[in-house]
């Protein structure tokens, strides 16, 4: 595994089910039942992303299936028979260089569970799931602990005094440092690597 920070490449999903604009209602309903995914990309011509359509876009059917009340824009989808009526667009995408923190962010402010992935001119090259975006914490602890003593402590001219140990994914800094107010710059730089769940400092002062 690379070291941080983590791109989307190292964490996205490479095969990925999609559907053209064409595509009708309830062929969206089956290939999200049959990948257990909770939304697809809508593609164009010979690849590039126009839309998502998700479970809530497709959901507007049932719930005007009795009622003219609402939303104009969620009746008309409720009346909507092919991805292209269904989806929401512009697709929330992300690029494949990213940080997985960025990939997180677009989530978040977003409030999309997964982005498609494209590259610069808006093919798709996969897509990265919140599910994907925790894989980072999956590392083992030799391997945070081994990156935390050679990318962050062994680039600080005060590194070779100060010890390392990651367990469960919580990084104990120990030794002695010249500043007590150094104390937030080592403990940033920790936690910005993959992984780390949680710093804890247990220096002394010279």
């Given at each position: 595994m690379?070291?941080s ?29 049959q ?7 809508v ?8 839309g998502?359509?998700?479970e809530?876009d ?15 824009a ?14 929401s667009a512009?697709?929330v995408?992300?690029?494949a260089?990213?940080?997985v ?11 999309v ?10 093919f798709?090259?996969?897509?990265v ?27 600080l001219?005060?590194g070779?005094v100060?010890?390392a ?9 120990g ?9 937030p ?14 710093v ?7």
């Amino acid at each position: 595994m690379p070291g941080s920070p983590y791109t989307v490449s190292d964490v996205m999903t490479h095969t990925v089910v999609a559907v053209g604009s064409e595509a009708l209602f309830k062929e969206v309903v089956e290939l999200l039942d049959q990948w257990k995914v909770s939304a697809l990309p809508v593609l164009a011509g010979e690849g590039r992303v126009v839309g998502v359509v998700s479970e809530a876009d497709l959901l507007a059917k049932e719930e005007f299936r009795d009622t003219e009340d609402g939303d104009l824009a969620l009746r008309l989808k409720a009346g909507a028979v092919t991805a292209g009526e269904l989806m929401s667009a512009p697709a929330v995408t992300v690029h494949a260089d990213a940080t997985v923190a960025d990939a997180a962010r677009i989530m978040a402010r977003r409030h999309v569970k997964r982005l498609p992935v494209v590259d610069g001119a808006g093919f798709l090259q996969g897509v990265v799931s919140r599910g994907d975006l925790l894989k980072v914490f999956l590392r083992s602890d030799e391997d945070i602990a081994g990156e935390i003593r050679h990318g962050v402590l062994g680039t600080l001219p005060y590194g070779d005094v100060l010890t390392a140990s990651v367990t469960d994914g919580v990084a104990t800094l120990g030794g002695s440092l010249p500043d007590r107010g150094l104390e937030p710059v080592i403990a940033r730089a920790v936690r910005a690597v993959e992984g780390v769940v949680d710093v804890r400092l247990e220096l002394t002062h010279r």
